[in-house]
């Protein structure tokens, strides 16, 4: 144990030491040294030492310092070589033994290559026993997985590239255990969204220490990344947020609106979430919604989609032609134009994502399900058709990476 941290101690030191200022490089020393004898004559001598405007060597990421600086897991997956392309699996389809099989039949088939496995559900389960000795997990276990090692063998042995999916901050499990993690009404109770689901606070560091406590228990079991979903505010909370109670914990006496806070905690959280997880040698990912690339900030639900998409290795939006309404992109029923929607809104992301110094991977999240609730005339029934749709339009705008995503683990393409 004492090796490993020495290890983690050398990476920090190294980063530090290539992060600082240089003085000027020998060409520079060697140039001015010229100009001075040529007007050594006309000019006195002077002693003044220039500095190199920046870093002389550019700061490596986690995947290009050596292995021995992190955490071994013992299990062994590459990254795919042509990117990864996905689909959602929920804990129950991974301890139904039959139904796995098939998924892990299905990806086997295809060009598929990675899977994205609920390790902290949406209702705020944690799915596997991780003999944590973090209490909240400890509390929320409940063994839908049944053997964490298992399937991770499987995904070794088939060199499928494993996800760990953490719902962050929405938990009605914890939520209803400790309301004052939570929003609560003027009665104390705690505050319900209308799909009977609750949230804990983001501006609270526990709730941070929780979602990030879980990911680094998936890393040590052998998931390659992991990704944090709904990293946000519940929606409508810039409207109704300040007829609940909550704490605002160190945002509370910032010189900020409570728009920019909001946005400050989930940013922060982000970068929060990538300094812990680094000495595990995993990639963080972040999903968010589709809609946050086309406006200057979503701040009523706290995300920015730059100040997130710099703090992360991997960005994944969600782009469901379904989840679209006709003010976007001036597509009238875009459930029925799965290609002309993802091209649109691929337009604008990767025009964003170019503005950045230090721009993630794009991996959207795709349709495949159908959505009829959105009534007849407005959907259609999506299949392999309409799926291949969304993946050449990604890959028309130089994307090579994508997610499916359906519910039931029922998938078409």
């Not at 530090?16 to 020393?29: D, G, K, N, Q, Y």
């Not at 990704?227 to 300040?242: A, K, L």
């Not at 495949?368 to 959907?379: I, K, P, R, V």
């Amino acid at each position: 144990m004492m090796t490993y941290f020495k290890q983690t101690l050398a990476a920090a030191s190294l980063l530090f030491f290539l992060s600082s200022p240089t003085v000027a490089s020998a060409s520079e020393t060697e140039s001015s040294a010229a100009n001075d004898s040529a007007t050594a004559e006309s000019t006195a001598p002077t002693n003044t030492l220039t500095l190199r405007q920046g870093a002389l060597l550019k700061t490596p990421t986690a995947k290009e310092l050596p292995k021995k600086f992190f955490y071994d897991s013992g299990v062994e997956i590459a990254y795919p070589a042509d990117g990864v392309k996905g689909i959602y699996v929920t804990a129950y389809s991974v301890g139904y033994e039959e139904k796995f099989n098939k998924l892990v039949d299905y990806v086997d088939s295809t060009d598929l290559n990675a899977m994205v496995i609920d390790i902290k559900d949406d209702m705020g389960v944690v799915t596997a026993d991780f003999n944590s000795e973090d209490s909240h997990i400890q509390e929320n276990t409940e063994e839908y997985i049944p053997d964490i090692e298992e399937l991770m063998d499987v995904m070794e042995e088939k060199q499928i590239y494993p996800i760990a999916r953490i719902v962050t901050f929405k938990d009605t499990l914890l939520a209803n255990e400790q309301p004052e993690m939570s929003f609560t009404e003027s009665d104390g109770s705690v505050w319900v969204a209308s799909n009977g689901e609750s949230f804990i606070n983001p501006f609270l560091k526990q709730t941070w220490d929780y979602a990030v406590n879980v990911g680094i228990e998936a890393a040590k079991v052998g998931f390659k990344e992991v990704q944090f979903d709904y990293v946000r505010f519940p929606e409508g909370f810039e409207v109704w947020g300040d007829t609940l109670n909550y704490d605002m914990g160190d945002y509370a006496d910032l010189e900020m609106t409570d728009d920019e806070k909001r946005v400050k905690a989930i940013t922060d959280f982000t970068a929060y979430a990538k300094e812990k997880l680094m000495p595990y040698g995993v990639d963080v990912s972040v999903d968010i919604f589709g809609y946050t690339a086309s406006v200057v900030e979503a701040s009523g639900i706290g995300q920015n989609f730059p100040q997130i998409s710099e703090n992360v290795d991997v960005i994944s939006s969600m782009i469901y032609p379904s989840h679209w309404g006709t003010d976007y992109f001036g597509i009238y029923k875009p459930d029925l134009y799965p290609y002309e929607l993802v091209a649109e809104y691929m337009k604008v992301e990767n025009e964003l994502l170019a503005t950045l110094e230090t721009p993630p991977i794009s991996r959207p999240w795709l349709q495949d399900f159908t959505a009829s609730y959105l009534g007849s005339g407005f959907y259609q029934t999506y299949g392999k058709e309409q799926v291949d749709a969304q993946v050449q339009a990604l890959y028309d705008a130089g994307v090579n990476e994508f997610l499916l995503w359906n519910a039931l683990n029922n998938y078409t393409y």
